[in-house]
Nanobody, 126 residues
């Protein structure tokens, strides 16, 4: 399993950015759940969003709910993180994560841990 993120960069506060995660070694129809995590300096790693590509279920963390969306393209084995109205506190390294064995997702959270991408840096300037 390999996950490759891209799309990070520098953006002004209030702007938008779209991250991509392309997966190889499995197909989205294999009952995986995928997620986005972020890690900012001096802060704990934080779950951002999750999606179950097989049925379209999604979850969003409270800090991003209403501003971020997590579309997927099952034909391309790709997941995205559309980030709108970015704020300084969104600055972090963003990681794509996939899990088939221990994963779960519901309205209150999600759990994905098995496979991680290398991360992509997002920097929001004010």
């Amino acid at each position: 399993v390999q996950l490759v993120e891209s799309g990070g960069g520098l953006v002004q506060a209030g702007g938008s950015l779209r991250l991509s995660c392309v997966a190889s070694g499995f197909t989205f129809g294999d009952d995986y759940i995928l997620g986005w995590f972020r890690h900012a300096p001096g802060k704990e790693r934080e779950g951002v969003s999750c999606i179950s590509p097989s049925d379209g279920s999604t979850w969003y963390g409270d800090p991003v709910k209403g501003w971020f969306t997590v579309p997927s393209d099952n034909a391309k084995n790709a997941m995205y993180l559309q980030m709108n109205s970015l704020k300084d506190e969104d600055t972090a390294v963003y990681y794509c994560v996939a899990d088939r064995v221990h994963r779960w997702i519901n309205d209150y959270g999600c759990y994905v841990r098995d496979h991680w991408g290398q991360g992509t840096q997002v920097t929001v300037s004010s």
